[in-house]
């Protein structure tokens, strides 16, 4: 069932309108602006843990975001990133702040500093908090979509896994129930080259990920994840037959990550020239080109919204830097529906355990 | 003309694991890769299995510069498969290989929980014969790594018969631990708290020879007269530190027991200081309730009751996830004032 997608003319057959198009490009600049400034403030040990970057591949998250029923009152569709998803998550309306907020670990975070990058859950908004064990999503979305089929609603949804999540028992767990199901779930594996440093031949013996597919009973199609439309093209079809009760789909798209694991990764392991080859594949210029050249826009049109997106995310670095850190009480609360019983010697317990 | 395995066998020892024969102190991680490195040129069926341990290293660098020297034969670079090639351990040991599993972090080892504590543990009882594997890897809070590269799962493995667990505190211990796991016929869980790895207190020289310390006994890190804390990992460096506080600013004179293996237990070791000073806290990183304090408590309940002046306490982590942020994780931890404070509270009971 597997099909490739032909690239070359996807852009010119596109059904998105001229304003369609802009609003892609302002969140591919989005996320390659703010994942910049991320790097900054990392520098400046702003950035509490590490940070992992998806330079190379923003087009892929940001078109098959972009590809949904995107909402604000938790109707639409739903999608669980892995760790270089975050254009994905600006797609579906993520802020900036909060990602900033996240990877500094402030105490207004949407988790309010317990958790960090990416890890955070917008129901409205319609996005599902991850956690770093790999291949939980794919489980965990498998029921997002069971739900919507059991309860006959025309919703999608949609998890992104990178190709070393594939080999997890996790991974293939989830799928095959969703496609057992017949649940409207997609999977879109980031075929991104590694996964920290072990290379996808070392992942998989198979050439691709989207011969799995057919293993699955699902639908099965790869594309070249550098390219705005053909992923966007991919995506909607998938969503389509998702919507139309047709199942799961395993989609493939071939990126590649020009970053290291995270920051503190020299990428060692990687043979030389490589990132360079990759570097003129740059999904952000490709597709700028390919505005210009078929006059979806004017190089003053893409500099306005270049513009406009580096203005939102000096306010957004401003309002984050000046949250405030977590007050250390909170740490207690919520740990079960507010049960947390505090204990003598740990803190918020009283001092003699006998009058605790 | 050399073949490729011959040429790989006469290549100089990299510089890093040379430390302690060239007469140099090791931190923590140096001392644990010299013990890999040593096991491996011993005894050729011990193989490192796991993720990014070849070229790349390992996350923490533990197995630099192995593949070089040992080949993909013994340096087995996995796809993302704890359940996998924990299960593949098994099966490997079955056939006579010594296999040592890396966690990348070990709360991984949640996802290898099943052949784990189903499989492996059970199956030298079940009559299959020794099961000679080591899983190891980093574990601990307070680097900042959220809730799920931070955590101390010794409980979910302390209540499963048919395993033992390692959590060293020094140099010496992890090196002289890690040795004795290797060449133990049964399956081990080996943490190294990944603050302590390259904590430059913990330089030590190490002795030249082939030294081994044996599993399941206790080491008195500190002789005190007045009130016993049982710990281990890196709760035995913040015990310490309290200790001289108690010591300059109380005058009270605390014995730490550092545990090294926590299952077996060293049940003698901790009854016969609790009988020398009638006092005992217990203090580890990891949360409080089912945690391994409780078991101890119980087990000084059952065997010292009479010797004790004072209520066993313990201190711990508190009961949640592992925090992210700063002030969050410290309030989380164990901090020294909490051990002073204990001690205090046991010492006017
Ligand atoms: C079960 C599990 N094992 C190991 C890890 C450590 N780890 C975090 S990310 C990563 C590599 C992920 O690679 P991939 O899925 O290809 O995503 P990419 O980073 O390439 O986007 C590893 C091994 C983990 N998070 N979960």
Redo the contacts between chains.
């Keep these: 069932m597997a099909a490739t997608t032909d690239t070359a003319d996807a852009a010119s057959q596109t059904s998105l309108t001229r304003d369609q198009l802009h609003e892609i490009y302002y969140y591919l600049q989005l996320t390659r602006q703010l994942e910049n400034l991320l790097t900054t403030l990392y520098r400046q040990n702003k950035v ?2 590490g940070l992992y970057r998806s330079l190379g591949q923003e087009a892929t998250a940001v078109a098959s975001a972009y590809a949904l029923q995107r909402r604000t009152d938790a109707t639409g569709d739903v999608v669980a990133p892995a760790i270089r998803d975050m254009g994905g998550l600006l797609v579906m309306g993520a802020r900036p702040v909060d990602f900033l907020r996240q990877y500094m ?3 207004d975070s949407p ?1 309010w ?4 990058n990416v ?1 955070f859950t917008d129901y409205d908004r319609g996005f599902i908090g991850l ?5 939980v999503m794919i489980e965990v979305m498998a029921g997002v979509a069971l739900t919507f089929k059991l309860r006959g609603e025309p919703r999608v949804a949609l998890a992104w896994s990178g190709d ?2 594939t ?4 991974f293939h767990e989830g799928f095959n129930l969703a496609a057992v199901q017949r649940a409207p779930l997609i999977v879109i594996v980031e075929n991104n080259g590694y ?4 290379p996808v031949s ?3 013996a198979a050439g691709s990920f989207v011969e799995r597919a057919a293993g699955y009973g699902a639908f099965g199609e790869q594309c070249d994840g550098n390219d705005v439309f053909a992923v966007h093209d991919m995506v909607s079809r998938a969503a389509a037959r998702a919507r139309n009760g047709e199942g799961a789909s395993l989609l493939e798209v071939i990126t590649y990550r020009r970053k290291g694991h995270a920051e503190h990764d020299a990428q ?2 990687v043979p030389a020239g490589e990132i360079e080859a990759w570097e003129a594949k740059d999904p952000v210029v490709r597709y700028e080109r390919t505005l210009l050249e078929q006059g979806h826009a004017t190089q003053e049109e893409l500099d306005a919204i270049a513009a406009r997106v580096a203005t939102e995310i000096e306010t957004a670095r401003e309002e984050a830097e000046a949250s405030p ?8 609360a919520e ?1 079960t529906g507010g049960t ?2 505090p ?6 317990g009283a ?3 006998r009058r605790a | 003309m050399a073949t490729i395995e011959q040429s790989m066998k006469v290549r100089e020892k990299p510089e890093h694991v040379r430390n302690t024969e060239e007469g140099r102190p090791v931190t923590m991680l140096e001392a644990i890769r010299e013990a890999l490195w040593e096991e491996m040129e011993r005894d050729d069926s011990v193989f490192v299995i796991g993720e990014d341990i070849g070229v790349y290293g390992g996350a923490f660098k533990m197995t630099d510069g192995f593949l070089d020297h040992f080949g993909p034969k013994r340096i087995v670079d996995t796809p993302i498969s704890e359940a996998g090639f924990t299960g593949a351990a098994a099966g490997a040991a079955h056939m006579g290989m010594r296999p040592v599993v890396e966690m990348q972090f070990m709360d991984f080892v949640s996802c290898a929980y099943e052949p784990l504590t189903n499989y492996i543990a059970t199956s030298r009882w079940r009559g299959s014969g020794p099961l000679p594997i080591v899983i190891r890897g980093p574990v601990g809070g307070g680097v900042r790594g959220g809730p799920f590269h931070s955590q101390n799962p010794e409980m979910a493995f302390f209540h499963t018969p048919g395993l033992k667990i390692v959590y060293p505190s020094t140099a010496a211990d992890a090196k002289g631990l890690l040795k004795a796991a290797i060449r133990d016929d049964d399956p081990v869980l080996f943490f190294e708290h990944k603050k302590l790895y390259r904590a430059p207190f913990l330089r030590e020289t190490l002795p030249a020879d082939d030294f081994v310390v044996p599993l399941g006994k206790a080491r008195l890190d500190r002789e005190g007269s007045d009130i016993t804390i049982v710990t281990y990992g890196m709760m035995v460096h913040e015990s310490r530190k309290a200790a001289e506080q108690l010591e300059n600013e109380d005058g009270i004179n605390v014995e730490i027991l550092d545990l090294r293996t926590l299952l077996p237990l060293d049940e003698a070791a901790i009854i016969e200081s609790v009988k020398k000073t009638n006092r005992v806290l217990v203090v580890h990183e990891d949360t409080r309730t089912g945690g391994i304090a409780g078991e101890i408590s119980m087990r000084i309940n059952e065997k010292a009751f009479e010797w004790l002046d004072a209520p066993i306490l313990r201190v711990t982590s508190l009961d949640s996830p592992v925090p992210y942020s700063p002030p969050l994780e410290d309030y989380f931890l164990p901090q020294v004032s909490d051990i002073v404070a204990a001690c205090r509270y046991l010492a006017n009971y």
């Excluded at chain 1, 500093?113 to 960090?116: F, I, L």
Aim: net charge neutral.
């Design positions: 509490i843990g670990a402030k105490g988790t500093g317990r958790e960090q890890h956690i770093s064990h790999l291949g070393g999540m080999s997890t028992g996790a996964a920290y440093s072990t070392r992942q998989t060692a392991y850190m977590p007050e250390p009480e909170t740490a207690l740990v947390f019983v204990q003598p010697w740990t803190r918020g001092p003699d355990p």
